[in-house]
């Protein structure tokens, strides 16, 4: 069982989403995140000849790396009121790991790290896809003046 | 003139958008990141009494200082190639502030840190909503195997 | 085998640090970030009258998130011959991880989630300062006019 | 004045540094960070046969992006009871703008975005060192029982 999983068990408040369900996401994200960030750093060690064409890879794993990591923070603060700005991001997840996963794919025959990098954007791919029909409020979006989850004394 | 408008005036490829309206909104999503940390902050400072009814405003303004620093840093790459994915990250900001700006916006009158930073939030969401429309590919997203902006020698 | 160990071994420059220790201290880093953010969160969600004395690790929760996520990018672009920049960021990391490892062990025994979040923070303790020593440069920091590791073509 | 300043003017807790001082180094930071990504981004814009050439610059570039962004957030929580992490985050980042800034300085006189970004990295660098001998808690590290900035109701 990984830590994000243990860490939602152990959590004090109610959390509208199930758990093993939500840690596998956040892992997911957590690992596509660091996957990026090295294949960004593997194109920029590949051969002179071979960078002109790497470019767009290296910026689509920057933005991927960044977009994946936000999107596992706010998934941690799995605020299940503020379900309007969870799915917008989880939307952007979407989308960035599909354009990276795409762009990757592209040289997966000729750079293993690029290889790898695509599956791991296709999985986390289809792991937000899996997500997002549960990422709804049970009666529309609740304003702020309700309370958070606090748990009562 | 700022060092973001400074960077994009230096920058050797194209940019698809007005470089001056670009670097506003790149400057108003810093200064929303910066203000949303420090508002996290001061609710943690204030009065013991007080917390229980701003944890859903520290965990708003965590949210929004990530996504705000992430979207800037997707703008900063300003990949008029990728518009999927900037309009993606855009819009998750747009509600992010959105929903920053309306947690702080009920605390403005008794916290002038919230009063602040529920303006940066709109001030910024207005930036991001003027951006929003120039965000598209000129014929539709291009397929990742075109050239990226590469200056030619 | 984890995607971290994975990017490493097809890491096509050379890393002049064991790329299994590597790997091992990166999947460190990254779940400590993201129990820290989650450990931040579970105590906003704690009883009112226990928030008071949560202010400090909340605090130190964040820290030591923003700067483990660095630290894992940082070794991520693995730059032996950046040794400075690393060897500084690794102490920062060796701090922040005693500081919010101590913080979260005074709650260990109240809060379950401060007892995982304080473990966390040890192990990554420990294995940043096991890497500590091979963060040395062969022969004294190299100028930056020297080549990046390359791969010729 | 900036929003960080105000903010800062709108703490309500204890501030153990100059606020106008410290808010001038946060927003060193940030744009910093900006600065780093924007030359990153620049760099893969430049000519395919100056591309290896620059490879160390953005690497140098992203981590340095990275670790001002991070500073900036630590020291936005201005938690002059955790001086240890403080002091060695923004011993990082004094690292880290030094090893960029001659990276980038190497490339100022060929490409006007390194020129400037150089000359960012040495201000903050500067910023940096002249915050740092205030960042000592007056009488030794507190332990972490000592309660938190708390402001009594």
Redesign the interface.
Known sequence: M???Q???D????EINLDRKHLAAV?DAL??CA??C??????C??????????L??C???D??C???C??T???L????G??A??T???V??A???T??CG??CG?HADR???CR??AR?CRETHDALNALLPALRPASGEEP??Q???????
């Open positions: 990984t830590y994000t243990q860490m939602l152990a959590y004090p408040g956040i957590t690992a660091q996957t960030t090295a294949c960004a750093d593997a920029l060690s590949e051969r002179a000849e071979d960078l002109p064409m470019t767009r290296i910026r689509d920057l933005d790396a960044a977009i990591a936000t596992a923070a706010v941690s603060r799995h605020t009121y503020a309007a700005l799915r917008a991001q939307q952007a979407i989308q960035a599909k354009t795409d762009s592209e750079h293993e790290h790898i990098c791991v702020p003046s309370a958070a989850p606090q748990q009562r004394g």
